[in-house]
Each structure stands twice: as structure tokens, then as C-alpha cells.
């Protein structure tokens, strides 16, 4: 079952696969970027992100070049 709104009694759709989140640590260093899907309430429009995968972590040799690519494509959606 997909997550539901509250407020309209509806199920949350997909609308986008595999957007990015980038978790920071104190101080607003980037420490680990996760992809997930964003889902859509069809009947308010509201949005969430769900379903996120194993996390790449900021010691990762790819990370920088990783978070990089998902700025450069808009594809960073949420910085937590
Ligand atoms: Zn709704």
C-alpha cells in the first residue's frame, strides 16, 4: 500500500523516480545523498518523498561528483 494523505483520503501517486536528498550534518555539511521517489496526492497536490535506497556517504570516492550531477540536473529535490 502507498502512503496516503490525511486530508483527502487518497493513496499518493508517483510522480518522479529517483530524485535526490541530500542529508547534512551539523553545520550544513553534505554527509549523505539518498534517491528516492517523490509521490503526489492526486487530489491536493501535496508531495513527498519515499522509498529511498542505501545512502551514499560523504567518504565515498564518488560523492562529490555524484551530488554534483544531481544539482547540475535539478535533480536534487530536498536538503535536510
Ligand atoms: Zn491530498
Redesign the pocket.
Known sequence: MKPV?R??D?EYVVSRVGVAVLETMTGGLPYKLYLGDMLQ?P????EIIHGFGNPIGHFDGRFDERLKDEQDSHNLVATI
Open positions: 494523505c486530508s483527502c487518497k496526492c487530489e491536493c497536490g501535496h
